[in-house]
């Protein structure tokens, strides 16, 4: 039985009083069937990652890049070495950037099989790109460390130690956070407002947003 798909009543057959043709066909712009449940809208990203645009493509190639462990991580040890991390970057850039927060709950048991998420694993790569870029490098080679080499807890480890190290460390706090140009800047009254950031604390700033 023809009905009208907006009000539901019965229409007209063919030959009766009252028949539209253009009635029984279904109407142009009508909206498209709802998905099945659990899919997002059409054109929408899954759910859980950032609308298209939203993410630089440096960062989303950053992320990409993570490698997956050999074996499974633990979770205790990804989650001690978020809070390392945290707790480092609170120190070094006095609060001024957002903290990383993965939820490791999304999983059952105690394993990470995945590649570390990107939330985290762009972090560690822009905090070692920074140290490669302060001081000739000298604090890279003090505290650096391989994200790319991360795949197993052992390696995660190892990062953890080594931002615990760099926590306790106020030159470097200092070497992070001071104007691009330092005392040149100051001497020329060019020294930038309160809570600028300069190159290196942009890219940190970016990979931890």
Do not use: C, H
Not at 119 to 140: R, T
């Amino acid at each position: 039985m023809p009905v009208d798909p907006a009000t539901g009543a019965r229409l007209p057959y063919p030959g009766e009083p009252g028949y539209d043709p253009a009635m029984a066909a279904p109407a142009q712009g009508m909206p498209p069937a709802a998905p099945a449940a659990g899919m997002p809208p059409a054109g929408m990203p899954p759910e859980g990652m950032p609308p298209e645009g939203g993410v630089p493509p440096e960062i989303a190639e950053i992320a990409a890049s993570a490698p997956a462990p050999k074996k499974p991580y633990t979770v205790k040890a990804l989650e001690t070495l978020v809070k390392q991390f945290n707790d480092t970057m609170n120190k070094l850039a006095d609060g001024q950037l957002p903290e990383v927060d993965v939820d490791f709950t999304v999983v059952e048991g105690n394993k990470w099989e995945q590649p570390l998420p990107p939330q985290l694993f762009v972090p560690l790569v822009a905090i070692n790109e920074a140290l490669k870029m302060l001081e000739e490098g000298k604090y890279a080679d003090k505290y650096g460390f391989d994200p790319m080499d991360m795949t197993s807890d052992v390696e995660v480890r190892k990062a953890t130690a080594q931002l615990k190290r760099m926590a306790n460390d106020k030159k470097l706090a200092e070497d992070l956070m001071k104007p691009e140009g330092g005392a040149e800047e100051a001497a020329e009254g060019q020294a930038p407002a309160p809570g600028e950031f300069d190159n290196d604390d942009e890219m940190l700033a970016e990979g931890l947003a």
